[in-house]
């Protein structure tokens, strides 16, 4: 017995050096990083696996260690602000799905700045979200600061610091020159396609008011031939949609750009204008295909179907280039909690 108790001691410091060589990268390597230039050195493994986002590590050592959730450095940092600084969604919905005790979450370091402050700071070095733009960043910045909120509760929302600041007056102040960037890019990407939909704006307008063949009385020839109602129907489609489009687009190239706008309204704004876009673009094809029926021999109708499907290339190819800032948007959008990615997956499966 008393043999045990004497090597409980080396069992237990075999166990932290296992955790370093974890997170270091080898069982002398975890040791000499503790003396690189930069690195805390009272930061114990858990509190390295948070900032970094090791979620499994977290797990094992909370499993056998309970109490290293109280862990803290030199800044005064435990778990929860080392993940809420570094951008770790999946750490906090960890320690929410664990019931971890109100302390850890409503602890604040050195400088008094809480798990709200140091979410709320932006680092661009950081850079954790995996949407490129400056606008999708910014939005996710949005929503990142909002969970965090939620997760601490609305005690620490007008908490002060030691530098006599909110949390929410340091969002407003970090992310000044990321709310430019992002303003910059809709104006661009918006300027561009609103650009497209008032020109298929003004050839839907001049297709739908034409009629193709005579008229008797007022009432079209063709008018009870198929391709005469496609050609109705589809020119007044793209007419209606390229001027919806171009109705978001100028919404977007109108806005102020405020901070909030760039929650939801500005993305779902450009999401429909490119929605109602690529819509006009096909409808008009098929106005345009329809029309051009009419024009042709009954001996090269039949020919004429796949000349009809190569000029709907340069729609496809459009809507193909368009595709990767469409899903964007739609995860952007729509995804209440940010991802990260993690082992080439997303960290967390919070949606």
């Known amino acids: 017995m008393i043999g045990?108790?004497?090597l409980l001691p080396l069992l237990?410091?075999?166990?932290?050096?296992?955790?370093?060589?974890?997170?270091?990268?080898?069982?002398?390597?975890?040791?000499?990083?503790?003396?690189k230039p930069g690195l805390d050195r009272s930061e114990t493994p858990i509190l390295t696996a948070a900032r970094t986002g090791i979620k499994e590590i977290v797990e094992l050592i909370?499993?056998?260690?309970?109490?290293?959730?109280h862990d803290m450095n030199s800044q005064k940092k435990n778990i929860v602000l080392l993940a809420a600084e570094n951008r770790q969604p999946h750490l906090i919905d960890l320690l929410i799905q664990k019931n971890s005790s109100e302390s850890v979450f409503h602890?604040?370091?050195?400088?008094g700045n809480s798990a709200l402050h140091l979410a709320a700071n932006y680092d661009p070095s950081l850079n954790p979200w995996t949407l490129p733009g400056a606008a999708l960043q910014m939005q996710w910045e949005i929503k990142w600061y909002e969970y965090v909120k939620s997760s601490v509760?609305?005690?620490?929302?007008?908490?002060?610091?030691?530098?006599?600041?909110?949390?929410?007056?340091?969002?407003?102040?970090?992310?000044?020159?990321?709310?430019?960037?992002?303003?910059k890019w809709l104006l661009k990407t918006s300027d561009s396609c609103s650009v497209v939909a008032a020109l298929i704006a003004t050839v839907a307008f001049a297709t739908s008011a034409t009629i193709p063949g005579s008229t008797e009385q007022g009432k079209p020839v063709l008018g009870k031939e198929l391709a005469f109602q496609v050609f109705a129907i589809s020119s007044l489609v793209s007419l209606c949609f390229s001027v919806t489009s171009l109705v978001m687009f100028l919404a977007i190239l109108t806005s102020r750009y405020q901070e909030n706008e760039f929650r939801i309204t500005l993305h779902t704004r450009l999401l429909w204008g490119l929605s109602f876009l690529l819509i006009s673009i096909a409808a008009g094809l098929v106005s345009f295909c329809a029309g051009h029926f009419f024009i042709l021999n009954?001996?090269?109708?039949?020919?004429?179907?796949?000349?009809?499907?190569?000029?709907?290339?340069?729609?496809?190819?459009?809507?193909?280039?368009?595709l990767p800032l469409y899903f964007d948007l739609l995860r952007a959008i729509f995804t209440k909690v940010p991802l990260v990615l993690y082992n080439g997956r997303f960290a967390t499966d919070t949606t």
């Open 298 to 322: 009954d001996h090269l109708k039949s020919v004429a179907v796949p000349i009809y499907a190569v000029t709907c290339i340069p729609a496809t190819l459009f809507a193909l280039a368009h």
């Open 153 to 183: 509760g609305p005690d620490f929302l007008m908490l002060y610091n030691n530098d006599g600041k909110t949390a929410k007056e340091i969002f407003t102040t970090t992310h000044k020159d990321l709310v430019k960037e992002g303003g």
């Open 62 to 69: 909370l499993k056998h260690f309970p109490v290293a959730i």
């Open 12 to 35: 237990l410091l075999q166990t932290a050096f296992s955790y370093n060589a974890l997170i270091y990268g080898g069982w002398w390597g975890g040791v000499s990083s503790f003396y």
């Open 4 to 6: 045990l108790l004497l």
């Open 107 to 111: 602890t604040v370091d050195i400088k």
